[in-house]
């Protein structure tokens, strides 16, 4: 799930051009603006990787689980991460075995043989290695990788790198330390944004610090920078885990983050899984927002009526992108089929204020199935998961307005204005679900360059056609 700033230093474009990087996609903020809606019928060349279907709502990998967890782009390469061994390069037909992250040319489909990481845990196997996050700096010379894992080629590495683009190796000079109190390691989200490393998971110290979630580390050593310490506390319940935030989400500005997880306590105050936090612009700490809403009091469980999940799923926000102007954000969860004013399987448009009881300006509710993502690109809000339907009820500014089930299986469009979906957009049942689409990417950029919306997860088929795990939906 990444993001893209529109302006570039004049002097990191000279050093793009010395490395033959192309800065179509720098990362940090909001995703970027398209020009128009992208297709819903995928292009015919991306790389086939192999394996099955995964468990909905579970990071658990068995023998066949196979899917893509993130997306990034350095002008013509795509990094994709997450369970992946089995990969099949669609340009020679030869299949190569590859270690939970691939690079291919996002115009030809080309499988690159000379990136090749292997990101295991202590015994050597994939299955523990997970790789949830792949972000890109903004000049497109490094790459973080985050996850589950704790070893990368057979090195102790746990939960966090740095790759270096030009020499196509890990930068050992980036130290994290993630888990260095021999507590959990584990890394959900990577944001680079206006040259801040903002990184988020399960684990109670990084950067040589304690720190619980949530951390701000100096992207070339990996040293905590001291810009993130908000006592982040509390789980959604008793079975929900440890304390975790599971995505960071960046205003545009670089000037407000969204973070959603498992808690219930920013710096000492209630916040229910959804939060939002002032950045400083001249690297003071980051501050804790008024911003709040009953609608996550009433999706929590054991406070709301008809809170997310029951026992078996107490977690359920999922994921948030902001609008390309700066001005509202999405929001997307799983959580069941629970009724309004609780936000489970549902996504919702927040405008950004500080009101301290913010109503959403519209929810769509699935029905009692999971969205995984959203983006953000203008008129236009793109959502992927395991749904079925979208528009089983839908919310405007607090008053029920249609309830009308629509069939988008797995991907979605929805009008920004409205949030109602648009029906000539992938509807039927022609695209395979999986446990769902849960990692997508916004390239603007002119014809021919591969523009559009990439997407990934751990289904095969994308409106009839053949996707397998990752695909690219064209803009015209």
């Given at each position: 799930m990444k993001r893209a700033r529109v302006a570039v230093a004049v002097a990191v474009t000279g050093l793009a051009a010395v490395l033959g990087i192309s800065l179509l996609t720098p990362s940090g903020g909001a995703a970027p603006a398209l020009p128009s809606r992208v297709g819903d019928h995928p292009v015919d060349y991306t790389p086939v990787i192999n394996g099955g279907e995964c468990a909905v709502d579970s990071d658990a990998v068995d023998s066949t689980c196979r899917r893509v967890r993130d997306l990034a782009r350095i002008g013509d390469r795509?990094?994709?991460?997450?369970?992946?061994?089995?990969?099949?390069?669609?340009?020679?037909?030869?299949?190569?075995?590859?270690?939970?992250?691939?690079?291919?040319?996002?115009?030809?489909?080309?499988?690159?043989?000379?990136?090749?990481?292997?990101?295991?845990?202590?015994?050597?196997?994939?299955?523990?290695?997970?790789?949830?996050?792949?972000?890109?700096?903004?000049?497109?010379?490094?790459?973080?990788?985050?996850?589950?894992?704790?070893?990368?080629?057979?090195?102790?590495?746990?939960?966090?790198?740095?790759?270096?683009?030009?020499?196509?190796?890990?930068?050992?000079?980036?130290?994290?330390?993630?888990?260095?109190?021999?507590?959990?390691?584990?890394?959900?989200?990577?944001?680079?944004?206006?040259?801040?490393?903002?990184?988020?998971?399960?684990?109670?110290?990084?950067?040589?610090?304690?720190?619980?979630?949530?951390?701000?580390?100096?992207?070339?050593?990996?040293?905590?920078?001291?810009?993130?310490?908000?006592?982040?506390?509390?789980?959604?319940?008793?079975?929900?885990?440890?304390?975790?935030?599971?995505?960071?989400?960046?205003?545009?500005?670089?000037?407000?983050?969204?973070?959603?997880?498992?808690?219930?306590?920013?710096?000492?105050?209630?916040?229910?899984?959804?939060?939002?936090?002032?950045?400083?612009?001249?690297?003071?700490?980051?501050?804790?927002?008024?911003w709040d809403s009953s609608h996550l009091a009433a999706s929590q469980i054991g406070v709301g009526a008809s809170g997310c999940g029951g026992t078996a799923l107490t977690v359920w926000p999922r994921d948030v992108d902001w609008a390309p102007d700066g001005t509202w954000w999405a929001l997307a969860g799983t959580g069941g089929n629970k009724a309004y004013p609780a936000l489970c399987d549902s996504v919702s448009r927040w405008t950004n204020n500080d009101s301290t009881n913010a109503e959403p300006v519209w929810i769509n509710y699935s029905g009692g199935d999971t969205f995984l993502s959203v983006r953000v690109t203008g008129p236009h809000v793109y959502v992927g998961g395991h749904f079925r339907v979208l528009d089983h009820v839908v919310y405007q500014n607090g008053v029920h307005v249609a309830s009308t089930d629509h069939e988008h299986f797995g991907l979605g469009l929805l009008a920004a204005s409205s949030g109602m979906s648009l029906s000539a957009w992938n509807d039927g049942a022609t695209t395979g679900r999986g446990a769902g689409w849960a990692a997508m990417l916004s390239t603007p950029g002119a014809k021919g360059t591969a523009s559009g919306l990439w997407v990934g997860g751990d289904a095969d088929v994308i409106r009839g056609v053949t996707g397998k795990r990752i695909a690219l939906l064209p803009l015209p």
């Open positions: 795509v990094y994709a991460g997450g369970i992946i061994d089995s990969v099949t390069d669609k340009t020679t037909g030869t299949t190569g075995t590859y270690g939970n992250a691939i690079m291919f040319n996002a115009r030809t489909g080309a499988v690159s043989t000379g990136f090749h990481p292997k990101f295991t845990d202590t015994a050597g196997t994939l299955a523990g290695g997970v790789v949830h996050a792949v972000e890109r700096s903004t000049d497109g010379t490094a790459l973080w990788f985050g996850g589950e894992f704790k070893k990368v080629d057979g090195v102790t590495n746990r939960g966090l790198i740095r790759w270096d683009v030009a020499a196509n190796k890990q930068n050992t000079v980036f130290q994290p330390n993630i888990g260095a109190d021999n507590g959990t390691a584990r890394v959900y989200d990577v944001k680079y944004f206006c040259g801040r490393l903002w990184v988020a998971g399960d684990f109670t110290s990084a950067g040589g610090v304690a720190r619980t979630a949530l951390v701000s580390l100096n992207p070339t050593t990996g040293a905590a920078t001291g810009e993130v310490n908000l006592l982040i506390g509390g789980t959604a319940s008793a079975n929900a885990g440890p304390t975790r935030i599971t995505k960071i989400a960046p205003s545009p500005d670089c000037k407000r983050v969204v973070l959603i997880g498992n808690f219930t306590r920013i710096a000492n105050h209630v916040r229910y899984q959804v939060a939002v936090v002032n950045v400083s612009p001249t690297g003071g700490r980051a501050l804790l927002a008024p």
